[in-house]
């Protein structure tokens, strides 16, 4: 069984920036297209970012467009996600997961514990 984890959450002012990282057992960041994903208080889990298998693609949802950069480093097997400019209404717990396709963004794995996002305005 894949396990993912997500480190690099806590608590920033808006306008600040975080850095999260998703570390998974065995090598399947480096074989898969990744996601980050986010769930904020009483609401569902949302899509945030994708990147594909090489690096070379990504895509975001439209509210971290120029905001959120998602990139990935093969050899040590790690996905990051760069937040700048956040905003209290990125508060949440970012999860990550591999997911079948860019275009097809349904995880595939068990969810890890997350890690937890807190923008103070």
């Known amino acids: 069984q894949v396990q993912l984890v997500e480190s690099g959450g806590g608590l920033v002012q808006a306008g600040g920036s975080l850095r999260l990282s998703c570390a998974a057992s065995?090598?399947?960041?480096?074989?898969?297209?990744m996601g980050w994903f986010r769930q904020a208080p009483g609401k569902e889990r949302e899509f945030v970012a994708a990147?594909?298998?090489?690096?070379?693609?990504?895509y975001y949802t439209d509210s971290v467009k120029g905001r959120f950069t998602i990139s990935k480093d093969n050899a040590k097997n790690t996905v990051y996600l760069r937040m700048n400019s956040l905003k209290p209404e990125d508060t949440a717990v970012y999860y990550c997961?591999?997911?079948?396709?860019?275009?097809?963004?349904?995880?595939?794995?068990?969810w890890g514990q997350g890690t937890l996002v807190t923008v103070s305005s």
């Open positions: 997961n591999r997911i079948a396709s860019m275009n097809n963004r349904v995880a595939l794995n068990a």
């Open positions: 065995g090598r399947i960041i480096s074989n898969s297209v």
């Open positions: 990147i594909n298998w090489s690096g070379d693609s990504t």
